[in-house]
């Protein structure tokens, strides 16, 4: 079936320093859309690309979504102690259009 | 605005004992609704889904149960609980089954 692959599963870095994580599918998604989970807490919808090659930016954090919409990656430029959580990515099913989402990345920042 | 609630916060149930969690929505019609379970430190894992009243699928064998009575109202069930079913679990809303979802803020389960 239909997966969506996250990698890396966990990352620690310094504060200050970047951040990537990674989002593949195994088909073309008509849209990819990103979560954030802070410690304890329920999944934030942070923000939904649809386009091709499309690159949204929220404050620190840049959203990219593939050329051939099957792949995004959320880069969040130097880390702060508040971007500590998991981060999913979800894409529709191409069958069903219900979210698969990502098995996630959890990003530890130290002070 | 639309706002989705989630109760009770915690829980700790005996082994064979029900459950019943409620979720509601409010400030939207004819949502689609949806139950996740989350194991401490892994992804989501759909449990069940609803496009409108009375109508459910579900994504998991097992032995839980959700209903929706009402068109904001969605409650997932057990008649009896096991160990494994410990867990958060989330109720969540979207529009539309491709749109971005909303989360409450879940139920810690545990089953001892």
């Known amino acids: 079936g239909q997966q969506v692959m996250q990698i890396p599963q966990y990352q620690h870095v310094q504060e200050g320093e970047d951040f990537t994580t990674y989002c593949n599918s195994s088909?073309?998604?008509?849209?990819i859309q990103w979560y954030k989970q802070r410690p304890g807490g329920h999944p934030v919808f942070l923000i939904q690309?649809?386009?091709?090659?499309e690159v949204k930016k929220q404050k620190r954090l840049t959203f990219q979504f593939g050329e051939a919409k099957k792949n995004s990656s959320l880069h969040i430029t130097a880390t702060q102690t508040t971007d500590v959580g998991t981060y999913f990515c979800?894409?529709?099913?191409?069958?069903?259009?219900?979210?698969?989402f990502g098995q996630g990345t959890t990003l530890q920042v130290k002070p | 605005s639309q706002t989705i609630h989630q109760w009770p916060a915690t829980l700790v149930q005996p082994v064979g004992s029900p459950l019943s969690l409620e979720c509601t929505v409010e400030?939207?019609?004819?949502?689609?609704l949806y139950w996740y379970r989350q194991a401490a430190g892994r992804g989501l894992q759909l449990l069940f889904y609803?496009?409108?009243?009375?109508?459910i699928s579900s994504e998991v064998p097992q032995n839980l149960s959700a209903s929706r009575p009402q068109d904001r109202q969605f409650i997932l069930s057990s008649k009896k609980l096991l160990l494994s079913d410990s867990g958060f679990y989330l109720c969540?809303?979207?529009?539309?089954?491709?749109?971005?979802?909303?989360f409450g803020p879940g139920t810690r389960l545990t089953v001892t």
């Open positions: 969540a809303w979207s529009s539309g089954p491709r749109g971005e979802q909303y």
């Open positions: 088909t073309t998604l008509s849209n």
């Open positions: 690309l649809v386009k091709s090659g």
């Open positions: 979800a894409g529709p099913s191409s069958n069903t259009g219900k979210l698969i």
């Open positions: 400030g939207t019609s004819n949502p689609n």
């Open positions: 609803s496009v409108g009243i009375g109508q």
